[in-house]
């Protein structure tokens, strides 16, 4: 946002709406980079700021001007410019002597030019990274009590004012809350949890946001066009990507990205200059992943990487485009964003009808826990390879509950094994779902299926704890809590269930449980309140049980003798062995020792 406005236009051109034209540079002049010739002069010039914009207009009109400002952003977002121009606002004057405090500047005052050019004498700018000390805090406050040589406040701008010492900062404190009716200070800082709260208490807060991706897109289009540059619309996607918001980062990068490219900026010139993949070939390699073709992901992380790209780049590159296609799948208008290419929308949305969450959200994790691994190694390539294994072969692992639930019904549970044998290359014009429909049978190797009978058997809950198992594997925390905590089991068949609730439990578990397994098994159950008592509630059960087994340990003479000899050490979980070994017969509990093992010795953990 810092730098928005001021452009000359080429060849005696007027100039563009938001570049006002400012004098042409004298021949012979060092070139001024596009981050400060391009700097905003007036607050229409800023972009992406209208909520303080507004704020700043609606104080000025109504005269209720504070003594301090705090602005704080990101680098780039146009602190330190806003500061300028606020300080413009308060002394704006016309050349008869006219004027008030306002934001709406279109003719250059008297004071204007000075204060925007750093030269004026009653706008004092001082850097607090190299005026830290209490000394430089003095001077302000000697030099505040005198009244403006020409203008009508004096203002100090402070950037980077959380580098100012503790003692400093204590200095300001008196003098910033009863400054002289003349002075007004204008604070900016990138880190402004590092700012006492004392000070912060008596500025008016502005935080200055990041600027939103299609705004910076269009201004570095306006820039283009007013520089006389050639630009296409993915390198420009690209800049405003790798500037996260930062204007002037944005126009930084489209410095380099014009003189890299000689005059003529495109999608390979700015990808070749950040050393960043390219994005059709990451949307492949992303779809040879999902798809658990390892030789295929190799060799085009490889091609990436031959091609000038940093391993940690790509795997960034994988993660943001994992997490477009779950915005996708999940927000379907997101295809509207102008940032993305016409390849990251339409195949983004295949992968989105195709992929389930639950592949993405763990491709998301694996690639984010992956991206430090490969910054870290001296090996970065080879730890890249070893993630995209882990990812593949990860893609379509089964969550707990269905692992556990297959275990408990008995049938294979899959749990990962590489592709038998490499899918062919994607035919142009092919479609991503017919590949991505090939993912079950090409990555992952399945057992021979037995002869379908005519109809396909209905889900069988044969017990309550069944029910409760099912609603964790449906992701219905709110109907398992319910069960678990409020419900007294009165009675249980398959298809009928009775039950009393406890007191100020939600009545509607019962109509909520019978559409629920209605869903769940395709079949219609009974589902009825009872006046009977029934059975204490489930969570009710595992304390007791958890609490007998403490107490059976507490009772041990073992775990007495480790009590008595470390004074209030506590018994925090103990193992059944009947549970570890599965005989089915009673069992003292195991107890554990402070280290974890077994002090009985039998190494039975």
């Known amino acids: 946002m810092d730098e928005t406005a001021a452009g000359t236009p080429l060849n005696d051109e007027p100039a563009l709406p938001g570049f006002p034209l400012e004098p042409p540079a004298a021949a012979g002049s060092p070139y001024r980079v596009l981050a400060r010739k391009y700097r905003p002069r007036t607050f229409e010039d800023l972009i992406g700021q209208e909520a303080m914009v507004r704020t700043l207009s609606n104080a000025f009109e109504t005269g209720r001007i504070p003594q301090a400002w705090m602005l704080t952003g990101v680098r780039g977002v146009g602190k330190t410019t806003t500061a300028r121009i606020l300080a413009r606002g308060l002394n704006y004057q016309k050349a008869d002597g006219s004027g008030a405090p306002t934001i709406h500047m279109p003719d250059l005052g008297l004071h204007c030019e000075a204060i925007m050019e750093s030269r004026h004498v009653d706008v004092l700018e001082m850097d607090a990274a190299s005026h830290t000390g209490i000394d430089d805090v003095r001077q302000i406050i000697d030099g505040i009590r005198y009244s403006p040589v020409t203008a009508r406040y004096k203002v100090y701008i402070i950037d980077e004012v959380h580098m100012l010492s503790e003692k400093a900062f204590n200095a300001f404190l008196k003098t910033l809350e009863e400054p002289p009716p003349h002075a007004k200070f204008i604070f900016a800082t990138t880190e402004i949890r590092k700012v006492p709260v004392t000070i912060l208490s008596r500025c008016q807060r502005f935080d200055l946001r990041r600027i939103e991706a299609d705004k910076l897109v269009a201004h570095l289009g306006r820039i283009c066009t007013s520089e006389g540059v050639q630009a296409d619309a993915e390198a420009l996607a690209s800049i405003a990507r790798a500037a996260e918001g930062s204007a002037r980062d944005s126009l930084s990068l489209m410095d380099q990205a014009i003189a890299h490219g000689a005059g003529v900026v495109t999608g390979d010139t700015v990808r070749e200059m950040l050393g960043l993949a390219d994005r059709t070939q990451v949307i492949d390699l992303f779809e040879a992943i999902m798809r658990g073709d390892v030789p295929a ?132 014009g092919s479609s991503v779902s017919g590949n991505m429909a090939l993912a079950t049978s090409q990555a992952r190797p399945q057992p021979r299926p037995e002869p379908a009978p005519d109809a396909t058997p209905a889900i069988r809950l044969r017990r309550f704890e069944d029910v409760v198992a099912m609603a964790g594997e449906q992701r219905d925390i709110v109907l398992k809590r319910a069960l678990e905590r409020d419900v007294h089991l009165v009675r249980f068949e398959e298809g009928h269930i009775e039950f009393s609730l406890v007191d100020g439990a939600n009545r509607t578990v019962a109509n909520d449980l019978s559409r629920a397994l209605q869903q769940w098994t395709g079949q219609r159950w009974m589902v009825a309140l009872s006046s009977d008592a029934g059975a204490p509630t489930l969570h009710h059960q595992a304390e007791t049980v958890e609490r007998e087994r403490k107490e059976g340990a507490a009772n041990h003479p073992l775990v007495q003798a480790v009590l008595a000899k470390f004074p209030g050490a506590q018994i925090v979980n103990v193992v059944d062995r009947s549970e570890k070994t599965g005989d089915g017969g009673p069992a003292d509990p195991a107890p554990l020792g402070l280290d974890g093992q077994d002090l009985d010795g039998d190494d039975d953990l």
């Open 297 to 428: 992901a190799f060799a085009g992380l490889r091609a990436q990487y031959d091609a000038g790209a940093d391993p940690a780049v790509i795997l960034s590159d994988l993660a943001t485009f994992s997490h477009v296609v779950t915005r996708l799948k999940l927000i379907p208008d997101a295809a509207k964003d102008p940032v993305l290419s016409e390849a990251e929308r339409t195949r983004g949305l295949e992968y989105a009808r195709t992929l389930s969450v639950r592949s993405l959200s763990r491709a998301w994790q694996i690639l984010l826990k992956g991206i430090p691994e490969v910054q870290a190694s001296n090996r970065p390539l080879a730890t890249a390879e070893m993630v995209l294994v882990r990812l593949a072969y990860a893609a379509d692992l089964p969550t707990p509950d269905e692992a556990l639930r297959a275990l408990k019904d008995g049938s294979p549970v899959n749990v990962g094994a590489p592709p038998s044998a490499p899918s062919p290359p994607r035919p142009a």
